[in-house]
């Protein structure tokens, strides 16, 4: 069981999330004496008689003034069983920005609801963007359950709306846990409530410390961007040239045949170095240096792959893009992309369709994408790059839209068009694979 | 299938830490590693050895000195210094106040005082990007701050329009005057940094282990008489064991009373504490309920 749980916060206004991800805090002794007198104090300044634990989150002056969280935050807590790594994200203005950030790197959603209110069109929407950003699990925590006096019925009625809109998302029922939860209180976040003698589920943080976490894709092609060219040149090591970088997706050998990309030529793997000695095999989420039997002309940018399963290489592709910036995107709108360790230039050619956050539905051909929005585009690069598609491979499907003039990110981009159909609501018009046209594919470099 | 390749949390931190490294030097032109000596420092130096193994860290490294060191800190810094073969570049705050650029405050703490030389060196060198030791976990402003942290021709943070940071695709894209803060450390906390220091050996100065030192108590904290002052009237001066959890301006540095002397000692009281390093150490961090949030806002590491 991996020891180490990334987590992403999402809920609307008012749901109490800055209050319950400081009760996870608190109930777990995260909080050290000083941080929580700095907390008693700010509390007794503001008139309140108990401890405002949303302080302990609220890190910026005017999120603290204004009593609501502006940015995402992450915060770091750790129980005998696992570590957690927790973004916290904020549910109002720039919503979808802040969920799009937390979700990227999560391998497990919290969505907020109030009790009162049940499964609301935010908690849809929340939900479709950590499924779009394919958050592998989903926990939906019922908080406020004190406010409607411990009743199951509300749980239970909320519970099994919000499990058939994520199984609707494409999420497995095993994957989906609805807790009733008063982060207030502290029933059953890390203490088991006694109020709720009708629920046997886990608490929230049982949840967190024994729910399965995705291994990294360790069984999936092999992918290497290339970081940097290290050639040291130095007396001890003259003629060294090593391949530095991150493994991406799946597991590398010694002896293994490799394509570089785009170039599409094919060499052998003969060493993985690191500074603590070689290695015969490294696999996803490990920085190695690769060594190859010959000597080409690779450097920054390019991507080294298996060449039994290479990714498509191709100067056109489909996109689903989550817009974050102010400035609105309009076709034909020229970008940088960011993929890897490459940055190319590229046009928006088409808008295909927006996935209308507020109706949950989405309207063909647009005319732009705004702040928040989310569509599916299509992409033209400068020069082809070897790309996946999202649902296939989290890391190498991934892109950003950058904007030339002024360096700031536009856009979170997916290779593909994994955005799911919501409420049958014909969001998606191309198929569930949302294949890279084959007619575009410039180097196959196969066997 | 599971490989014992599986990378455990600190396995994790260190090769986040590598990639951070390594995008840095393939995509700026003038990098820079602020190293002071302390305990966070020591491990970026350490982790950028590994990043570019075997060839050495390509970029120079930089100390803003306050002026108020410890001895053994700055005998530390220029031994590894040496070690590595690096350049470093010393930023003073002393020159500042001597011919007038700075005033000495009230308090007599310069840690506020040593953004202007930090900002002046990255101007003249035309550092692009400064690799800093800041953890998220230290503070709640530092919980906000992104691992590639843009900042304005004046070194400024602005929370409010910092870049979404997505995957670990990071976007170091900047105008001309304007540079990169980048903080390689973020996601570790601080029992990650010391469980990390006891399993790769890395050396550290003394001062971070118990030992005897005479201490003068002042607001809650164990402050040590140096060339910016000593015990003023009704502060007594007694000899204490005691060791420091972070190590800053030594006017507003405190030690902690610890017997704590190796590492495996420092790891089980770091566990057990119920204070953070900084509330327990640091003067500067409790000016104010925004005192990070502030000094970050006007160019502070």
Redesign the interface.
Same mark, same amino acid.
């Given at each position: 069981m991996s020891d180490l749980l990334r987590l992403a916060t999402a809920g609307s206004v008012d749901d109490g999330k800055s209050t319950l991800v400081g009760r996870l805090l608190y109930d777990t002794k995260s909080v050290l004496a000083d941080t929580l007198d700095a907390v008693h104090r700010a509390s007794a300044d503001r008139g309140l008689t108990t401890p405002d634990l949303s302080l302990l989150v609220d890190g910026l002056r005017s999120e603290r003034e204004q009593g609501i969280t502006i940015d995402v935050a992450y915060r770091y807590f750790a129980t005998p069983k696992r570590s957690f790594v927790l973004a916290d994200t904020p549910g109002h203005v720039q919503y979808t920005r802040n969920t799009v950030t937390g979700a990227s790197t999560a391998q497990l959603g919290v969505l907020l609801v109030d009790a009162r209110k049940g499964v609301i069109e935010q908690t849809r929407r929340h939900a479709a963007v950590l499924a779009l950003l394919g958050v592998p699990r989903l926990v939906l925590a019922v908080n406020k359950i004190d406010l409607v006096d411990f009743d199951e019925v509300t749980f239970s009625r909320i519970a099994k709306e919000f499990t058939a809109h994520a199984t609707a998302l494409g999420y497995a029922e095993d994957a989906v846990v609805e807790i009733p939860v008063s982060a207030l209180a502290g029933d059953n976040v890390v203490e088991r409530s006694t109020r709720t003698p009708w629920y046997d589920g886990p608490t929230l943080l049982e949840h967190l410390e024994s729910v399965p976490v995705d291994a990294d894709a360790h069984d999936a092609p092999f992918r290497f961007p290339v970081q940097y060219v290290i050639r040291p040149r130095t007396p001890e090591h003259p003629d060294y040239r090593g391949y530095a970088g991150q493994v991406a997706a799946g597991t590398v050998r010694v002896g293994d045949e490799i394509a570089v990309l785009p170039a599409g030529l094919r060499s052998a793997v003969t060493g993985i170095d690191t500074a603590d000695g070689p290695l015969q095999e490294a696999a996803a989420g490990q920085s190695v240096t690769l060594l190859l039997a010959h000597d080409l002309d690779i450097s920054r940018g390019d991507l080294i792959a298996t060449a039994a399963q290479p990714p498509t290489v191709t100067d056109e592709f489909e996109a689903t893009v989550c817009w974050l910036s102010e400035k609105a995107l309009t076709p034909g709108a020229r970008v940088l992309v960011k993929h890897g360790t490459r940055t190319v230039q590229a046009i928006v050619t088409e808008l295909r369709t927006r996935f209308d956050e507020q109706k949950l539905a989405s309207t063909e051909a647009p005319d732009s994408l705004s702040l928040n929005e989310i569509g599916q585009v299509a992409v033209r690069t400068a020069e082809p790059i070897p790309v996946d598609d999202y649902t296939k491979d989290r890391r190498t499907g991934a892109f950003l839209v950058i904007d030339a003039a002024d360096g700031s990110t536009l856009a979170a981009g997916l290779v593909g068009a994994p955005l799911p159909e919501v409420d049958g609501v014909d969001s998606c018009t191309e198929g569930g694979d949302a294949a890279l046209p084959d007619t575009h594919a410039l180097v196959s470099p196969g066997p | 299938?599971?490989?014992a390749?599986?990378? %455990?949390?600190l396995?994790?931190l260190? *090769?986040e830490a590598?990639?951070i490294f390594?995008?840095v030097?393939?995509e700026f032109d003038r990098p820079v590693i602020l190293f002071s000596g302390g305990k966070d420092s020591t491990l970026l130096l350490h982790l950028a050895?590994?990043?570019?193994?075997?060839?050495?860290v390509p970029f120079p490294l930089l100390h803003v000195d306050t002026g108020h060191n410890f001895e053994e800190v700055i005998e530390f810094r220029d031994k590894v210094v040496a070690q590595h073969g690096l350049r470093l570049e010393v930023a003073k705050v002393q020159d500042y106040i001597d011919d007038g650029r700075l005033a000495e405050r009230p308090d007599g703490t310069r840690n506020p005082l040593q953004t202007v030389p930090l900002l002046d060196a990255i101007t003249n060198h035309k550092f692009d990007a400064v690799f800093g030791g800041g953890r998220? %976990?230290e503070?709640?402003?530092?919980?906000?701050e992104r691992i590639f942290s843009l900042r304005n021709a004046f070194g400024q943070w602005e929370?409010?329009r910092?870049?979404?940071?997505?995957?670990?695709?990071y976007?170091g894209?900047?105008?001309p005057g304007e540079h990169v803060r980048v903080f390689p450390l *973020?996601?570790w906390?601080e029992?990650d940094v010391w469980h990390y220091i006891a399993r790769e050996g890395i050396e550290l100065p003394s001062i971070y282990y118990a030992h005897r030192r005479e201490v003068y108590l002042r607001d809650g904290m164990w402050l040590a008489e140096g060339p910016w002052g000593g015990p003023r009237d009704g502060e007594e001066k007694v000899e204490k064991t005691v060791r420091y959890r972070t190590v800053g301006d030594g006017s507003c540095t405190g030690a902690v009373e610890s017997d704590a002397a190796d590492i495996s000692a420092v790891i089980a009281e770091v566990a057990a *504490?119920?204070?953070?390093e900084r509330?327990?150490t640091r003067a500067d961090d409790r000016l104010s309920?925004?005192a990070m949030?502030d000094r970050k806002r006007e160019g502070y590491f």
């Open positions: - | 299938m599971t490989t390749t599986a990378l %455990d949390t396995g994790r260190e *090769s590598i990639h390594r995008e030097a393939g050895v590994k990043a570019f193994w075997p060839a050495p998220r %976990d503070e709640r402003a530092r919980a906000k929370p409010r910092q870049r979404p940071e997505l995957w670990n695709l976007n894209r900047h105008r *973020s996601n906390t029992l *504490s119920r204070l953070t509330g327990a309920e925004a949030e």
